[in-house]
């Protein structure tokens, strides 16, 4: 725990009682999964959101179960600290809504059910955020459908003889996500990718919808697992002219089917003949 950790923990738990945190958390906290440094612990969701919020981290982790891994390694150790990352990560307690507590509740969550204490260990006031609740132990199990807020659903007890809740963190909407800058390489293998204006009229970076409503062009990675964010990779179309460029990964494929991006393809080829 660096000093400003320390301080952080003393701030945010009650019963030190004189003890330095360090001190305090080997013999409790740690025990009772409460939160050593200022920075919270990314779930598996919010890792995904902070990576496709930067394309220089996708350019330079990766895709998959490794990348998550470095996001949140990345958030700790640096984007919690610095504006231009943690800006991004503010909203993301609206994802998880409060849907159970004790045994006789039930639950029907579609993303990650996390399973707590209803009151704070320290204090025993009642525990009323998605926030406050990952300050202490929690279970997490991946949710469909009706799950029981009881230890036997989740395999465990983070709090036994104490009363539990759950929360629901809801699955993120997938939509395409901002890959890289014009110029930069696109990670997007298997996927479509989109280029489109950076801005809109009121100078504001546009998201994927925003961008696709004013003018696009779009390629598939071919093979590859990135393209480079350039009029080169998408037959010389400039959808923008003299404006900032960016792209979009649409790995899934979902926005589009092979026959429109061969219409847009043939739409530049001959906007070029021209």
Not at 118 to 145: A, G, Q
Not at 215 to 221: D, E, H, L, P
């Given at each position: 725990?660096?000093?400003?950790?320390?301080?952080?923990?003393?701030?945010?738990?009650?019963?030190?009682?004189?003890?330095?945190?360090k001190?305090?958390?080997?013999?409790?906290?740690?025990?009772?999964?409460r939160?050593?440094?200022?920075?919270?612990?990314?779930?598996?969701?919010?890792?995904?959101?902070?990576?496709?919020?930067?394309?220089?981290?996708?350019?330079?982790?990766?895709?998959g179960e490794?990348?998550?891994?470095?996001?949140?390694?990345?958030?700790?150790?640096?984007?919690a600290?610095?504006?231009?990352?943690?800006?991004?990560?503010?909203?993301?307690?609206?994802?998880?809504?409060?849907?159970?507590?004790?045994?006789?509740?039930?639950c029907?969550?579609?993303?990650?059910?996390?399973?707590?204490?209803?009151?704070?260990?320290?204090?025993?006031?009642?525990?009323?955020?998605?926030?406050?609740?990952?300050?202490?132990?929690?279970?997490?199990?991946?949710?469909?459908?009706?799950?029981?807020?009881?230890?036997?659903?989740?395999?465990?007890?983070?709090?036994?003889?104490?009363?539990k809740?759950?929360?629901?963190?809801?699955?993120?909407?997938?939509?395409?996500?901002?890959?890289?800058?014009?110029?930069?390489?696109?990670?997007?293998?298997?996927?479509?990718?989109?280029?489109?204006?950076?801005?809109?009229?009121?100078?504001?970076?546009?998201?994927?919808?925003?961008?696709?409503?004013?003018?696009?062009?779009?390629?598939?990675?071919r093979?590859?697992?990135?393209?480079?964010?350039?009029?080169?990779?998408?037959?010389?179309?400039?959808p923008?002219?003299?404006?900032?460029?960016?792209?979009?990964?649409?790995?899934?494929?979902?926005?589009?089917?092979?026959?429109?991006?061969?219409?847009?393809?043939?739409?530049?080829?001959?906007?070029?003949?021209?």
């Open positions: 725990m660096t000093e400003s950790d320390q301080a952080c923990y003393a701030s945010r738990y009650s019963d030190l009682n004189g003890k330095p945190a001190e305090h958390y080997k013999l409790t906290g740690a025990g009772q999964g939160l050593a440094h200022c920075a919270r612990e990314l779930t598996d969701y919010e890792a995904l959101t902070y990576l496709h919020a930067f394309p220089e981290l996708q350019q330079k982790f990766g895709d490794s990348a998550i891994k470095q996001a949140r390694t990345h958030y700790h150790d640096v984007g600290a610095q504006a231009h990352f943690s800006e991004a990560m503010k909203d993301t307690s609206t994802m998880a809504w409060k849907c159970g507590e004790g045994a006789k509740q039930s029907k969550c579609h993303g990650n059910l996390w399973y707590g204490p209803t009151v704070r260990p320290d204090d025993k006031k009642p525990i009323t955020t998605w926030e406050e609740l990952r300050h202490w132990k929690t279970l997490e199990k991946t949710s469909n459908e009706w799950m029981s807020c009881t230890d036997a659903e989740f395999g465990g007890d983070p709090f036994p003889d104490q009363e809740q759950c929360w629901c963190e809801n699955r993120p909407a997938y939509k395409p996500w901002r890959c890289a800058d014009e110029g930069d390489e696109c990670l997007c293998e298997g996927g479509w990718v989109v280029y489109a204006a950076k801005a809109g009229a009121d100078k504001k970076p546009m998201d994927f919808f925003g961008a696709i409503k004013v003018s696009m062009a779009v390629t598939g990675t093979g590859k697992q990135s393209v480079t964010c350039a009029a080169t990779s998408f037959d010389g179309a400039d923008a002219p003299d404006a900032d460029k960016t792209c979009f990964c649409d790995k899934d494929k979902k926005f589009f089917d092979k026959n429109f991006v061969k219409a847009t393809r043939t739409f530049w080829r001959s906007s070029q003949l021209e």
